[in-house]
């Protein structure tokens, strides 16, 4: 059994327009990032999903609505299921930071030269880059690499209950998931290219693996 997992990441919101860290924190989306939405719907309008999926934040949530409303291939889906499991990386104290300054935090914990977030994921394996936040987060509440993973593994583990051989499957999740995904999954080089917003990541998920087809795309008429 595999089906076709076709994973969307979320509108651009003001958190992302302002470079600050945003994992379960939930900013708005921006005019550009229900546009985001729409954009990735039109390039999917002619996919027949036979189920809908969606973090439970609301970006997601309404980034997945604006898709569906733009799909004509599959009459009855007009809101995706919510799911915990795939909520985005959770970064505790680090939550609205801005993104270099949470980055320099945990290159001084690793032991690392002063560096963004988004130059750690270009230089740091992606696990150490998860566990770099839980090790400098003064409240000890950010998810290191085996709790986000274990997440997402149950997110997984719940898509294939559910879902029969050959289905398409919309999800609409988040950057960093979709790039430590990626760098789990398919290449470790991956967690350093940063995800569009709107873009459709395509995965092949059958009972024992996950396999990357199509990464950050923004041009395809599907």
């Known amino acids: 059994m595999s089906f076709n997992l076709y994973?969307?990441?979320?509108?651009?919101?003001?958190?992302?327009?302002?470079?600050?860290?945003?994992?379960?924190?939930?900013?708005?989306?921006?005019n550009q990032g229900v546009a985001d939405g729409y954009s990735a719907g039109s390039r999917l309008n002619n996919i027949r999903f036979s189920g809908a999926y969606s973090s439970d934040l609301s970006r997601a949530i309404h980034t997945a609505e604006e898709i569906l409303e733009r799909n004509r291939q599959s009459a009855g889906l007009t809101e995706p299921t919510q799911l915990f499991q795939f909520r985005e990386v959770f970064f505790g104290f680090f939550?609205?930071?801005?993104?270099?300054?949470?980055?320099?935090?945990?290159?001084?914990?690793?032991?690392?030269?002063?560096?963004?977030?988004?130059?750690?994921?270009?230089?740091?394996?992606?696990?150490e880059v998860l566990d770099g936040f839980k090790a400098a987060d003064p409240t000890a509440d950010a998810e290191d690499a085996d709790t986000f993973?274990?997440?997402?593994?149950?997110?997984?583990?719940?898509?294939?209950?559910?879902?029969?051989?050959?289905?398409n499957v919309l999800l609409v999740a988040h950057g960093s998931l979709i790039r430590n995904m990626a760098a789990r999954y398919a290449d470790p080089a991956l967690a350093g290219q940063k995800i569009t917003n709107?873009?459709?990541t395509l995965w092949e998920v059958d009972d024992d693996n996950i396999?990357?087809?199509?990464?950050?795309?923004?041009?395809?008429?599907?």
Do not use: C
């Open 198 to 200: 709107g873009s459709v």
């Open 149 to 167: 993973f274990a997440r997402l593994e149950n997110g997984f583990e719940i898509l294939r209950r559910e879902h029969r051989d050959g289905d």
């Open 95 to 127: 939550e609205g930071l801005p993104s270099d300054q949470s980055g320099k935090m945990v290159s001084n914990v690793l032991e690392q030269p002063e560096m963004s977030y988004a130059e750690l994921m270009n230089t740091i394996p992606y696990n």
């Open 211 to 222: 396999k990357l087809k199509v990464y950050n795309d923004n041009e395809r008429n599907w």
């Open 7 to 30: 994973m969307v990441r979320h509108g651009q919101t003001f958190f992302n327009k302002y470079e600050r860290m945003q994992g379960w924190g939930d900013t708005p989306l921006t």
